[in-house]
Structures are given as structure tokens and as C-alpha cells.
């Protein structure tokens, strides 16, 4: 089962928030991100380790943005 990307939710103020559509890109410093949304219309943007963006890539859970 593959593990599903979250991030906190600006406008609704919630934690841990099922990211959908997640698609990650790299940062000019080298960095990997993820941006999508909860589903309800609010974008949802998380910074993530590079080991955690190849696994959600390779496990299906995003799309590659680079």
C-alpha cells in the first residue's frame, strides 16, 4: 500500500491533510517540493527530503515535475 503525501492546510488551519494530486518539482537549491490539493479547491505546498519525494514518485503517489 502506498503511503499517501500530507501537509498542512493554510486556510483551513488543519494538519496532516491527504494531499491529491501531488506533483513534485526541485527547488533551485536543490530541494524537492510537493504541491497539489485537499480536495476541496485550497493548493497545499510541502517541502520533503529527497529520499521521501523518489519513494512517493516510485510507489505512484505523485507525479515527477522536472
Request: proline share 2%.
Amino acid at each position: 500500500m502506498s503511503k499517501m503525501l500530507t501537509a498542512y492546510c493554510m486556510k483551513t488551519k488543519e494538519k496532516n491533510v491527504p494531499m491529491q494530486d501531488a506533483v513534485i518539482t526541485k527547488t533551485a537549491r536543490g530541494g524537492y517540493m510537493a504541491q497539489g490539493h485537499d480536495g476541496k479547491g485550497n493548493k497545499m505546498t510541502t517541502m520533503l527530503s529527497e529520499a521521501t519525494a523518489l519513494e512517493a514518485i516510485g510507489n505512484g503517489v505523485a507525479k515527477k515535475g522536472w
